[in-house]
């Protein structure tokens, strides 16, 4: 199984700020995925990161307020920009393995807190 | 996409076999059916998946019947461990598109 880190683990931000999460992964993947998960709810996924292309957006995220970076099959960045508090969420980073097609290993998350 | 319905919370004893079931009842085609374990504070782990009929493997059981609009995870003989939150997701892997049902909350108790 693929062993995924996140950067940063947690973060308080200002309102109107900026933040980039980071997710490295110890093996080249073929699919890596964005999600959020706000506190005591479910998982929504945000995005699909592509390598070398622009990101697949799912309905009500859009790339402007989540840009979204994959450089390698190994890297992936996520930026909330623009925060308000409702921003304040966990934000985690899957991949999903060519050998284990439709099963997702996730990262520890990055836990957001918005002033 | 194919929405899902679990219980909010389940409750049982050490040792018992649990069973938590979820609906999806426009689950299409080309959707498999996956279920998470997490922890607080950590990501979904993978437990199992399956597309039809029944699936098991060192941890868990995965029951779908031949219309596909509802799975069953069976978990046997639980311990406090297992106490965690179980997300049922449907999701189509050859478009990407998945769908976390909201969990079920199972608490083992001594």
């Known amino acids: 199984s693929a062993v995924i880190s996140q950067k940063p683990s947690r973060d308080i931000c200002q309102r109107g700020t900026s933040l980039t999460i980071q997710c490295q992964v110890d093996?080249?993947?073929?699919?890596m995925f964005w999600y959020r998960q706000q506190p005591g709810q479910s998982l929504t996924l945000i995005a699909t990161?592509?390598?070398?292309?622009?990101?697949?957006?799912e309905s009500g995220f859009v790339i402007d307020k989540f840009p979204i970076s994959r450089p390698n099959l190994t890297f992936s960045t996520l930026t909330v920009s623009n925060m308000s508090p409702e921003d304040s969420s966990i934000y985690l980073c899957?991949?999903?393995?060519?050998?284990?097609?439709?099963?997702?290993?996730f990262g520890p998350g990055t836990r957001l807190t918005v002033l | 996409l194919a929405k899902t319905t679990q219980p909010i919370s389940m409750d049982s004893y050490e040792g018992q076999e649990v069973n938590i079931t979820c609906s999806h009842n426009n689950i299409a085609t080309n959707d498999y059916i996956t279920w998470y374990q997490q922890f607080p504070s950590q990501g979904p782990r993978f437990i199992i998946q399956g597309y039809k009929t029944k699936v098991t493997n060192e941890v868990a059981s995965l029951f779908i019947p031949a219309d596909r609009k509802s799975s069953t995870l069976s978990l046997p003989r639980v311990s406090l461990s297992d106490t965690a939150v179980y997300y049922c997701?449907?999701?189509?892997?050859?478009?990407?598109?998945?769908?976390f049902g909201s969990g079920t909350k199972l608490n083992v108790k001594p």
């Open positions: 093996s080249q993947v073929t699919m």
């Open positions: 899957s991949v999903e393995q060519r050998e284990s097609y439709n099963e997702q290993f």
């Open positions: 997701l449907v999701g189509d892997g050859v478009f990407n598109k998945f769908y």
């Open positions: 990161a592509n390598q070398g292309s622009e990101a697949t957006y």
